[in-house]
């Protein structure tokens, strides 16, 4: 059933990314290091993430379409939320985005049934039980 739903987001979010893409608007986007995506995910970094602790590749642990309450719309940003699979390091980059992108995110969002975060399938190689039971056994139980 996981590989079932995975397989549909990835299906998703390719076909989003085909038919958005010959449609994109004509946003002025100034940003070097983030592009925007034109799907559920919002954006996808020009460089590698890896862990200042470890040294392994992070991956995408949520994306969260955010604005500041005090700044109203004049703040419209994406959370990048990536966690190292190796020791669980946990960085969030905000990026700021033109007001428009981050309603047609929103908007793309909805159709999925979704809100304001967009949190992809894990693909680590222990199940969540295997991590759980050793974290527990660090701490000293069993």
């Known amino acids: 059933m996981l590989r079932l739903s995975k397989l549909k987001e990835k299906l998703a979010i390719l076909h989003y990314r085909k038919k958005f893409a010959k449609k994109q608007k004509h946003i002025v986007w100034k940003n070097s290091k983030w592009k925007l995506t034109w799907d559920i995910i919002g954006l996808t970094p020009k460089f590698n993430i890896t ?82 039971k050793e974290r527990l056994q660090a701490l000293g139980y069993w």
Not at 75 to 80: A, S, W
Not at 86 to 114: A, H
């Open 51 to 132: 862990c200042p602790f470890c040294n392994t590749e992070m991956v995408l642990r949520h994306s969260r379409l955010h604005v500041s309450p005090e700044l109203k719309e004049e703040n419209t940003h994406i959370d990048m939320a990536y966690k190292c699979p190796n020791c669980d390091y946990f960085i969030v980059f905000g990026i700021p985005v033109p007001p428009q992108y981050w309603l047609y995110i929103l908007n793309l969002r909805k159709k999925f049934g979704m809100g304001l975060i967009y949190a992809p399938i894990e693909t680590w190689a222990k199940s969540d039980q295997q991590i759980i």
